[in-house]
């Protein structure tokens, strides 16, 4: 059984860090595009980064670039979000995801239960 199990949430004022990070089980990381996910109350999920399969290329979504950095480690099977200077915006659940269906993060693989980030002003 595939598991993705987040950590590493919490609440932490604006300007400061956290580091998420998403233990897996039951797969490697080889050959899967993985990436992080987030949705605030009241809004759409969206795409905060990604590592392509195919190339290995980041991505970051805007608003995120400079602050958050996305990191893997194959022989532990875990993937990080480092997240630095924090924002009151940036506060979500934050999901990683893992798919092989493709080598880009389109949320269609395997999904974490997620971990809350909170980010006071």
């Known amino acids: 059984e595939v598991q993705l199990v987040e950590s590493g949430g919490g609440l932490v004022q604006a300007g400061g860090s956290l580091r998420l990070s998403c233990a897996a089980s039951?797969?490697?990381?080889?050959?899967?595009?993985i990436g992080w996910f987030r949705q605030a109350p009241g809004k759409e999920r969206e795409l905060v980064s990604c590592i392509s399969s195919a190339d290995g290329f980041v991505y970051y979504i805007d608003s995120v670039k400079g602050r958050f950095t996305i990191s893997s480690d194959n022989a532990k099977n875990a993937m990080y979000l480092q997240m630095n200077s924090l924002k009151p915006e940036d506060t979500a659940s934050y999901y990683c995801t893992a798919e092989s269906q493709s080598s880009w993060c389109y949320g269609i693989g395997y999904w974490g239960k997620g971990t809350s980030v909170t980010v006071s002003s």
């Open positions: 039951g797969l490697t990381f080889d050959g899967f595009a």
